[in-house]
């Protein structure tokens, strides 16, 4: 898909991510979000990511 078969690449699952959160598919938004925690830890969350990493832990907690 982006040459990324393993979906280990930082720019293509934050990609992916960022594009399914704005289109409002909050599963599949958070599963890639949490690949990228897993993989590459919180400090990849910073700046414009900030949001992203705050919607996670509310989705992770359940709260609308």
Do not use: C
């Amino acid at each position: 898909m982006y040459d990324d078969p393993d979906h280990r690449n930082l720019y293509t699952l934050m990609l992916e991510g960022a594009s399914h959160y704005e289109l409002g598919e909050r599963d599949t938004a958070a599963a890639s979000f949490q690949r990228v925690l897993d993989l590459f830890g919180r400090e990849v969350f910073r700046g414009s990511h900030a949001t992203y990493l705050d919607f996670l832990q509310v989705y992770k907690a359940g709260l609308p």
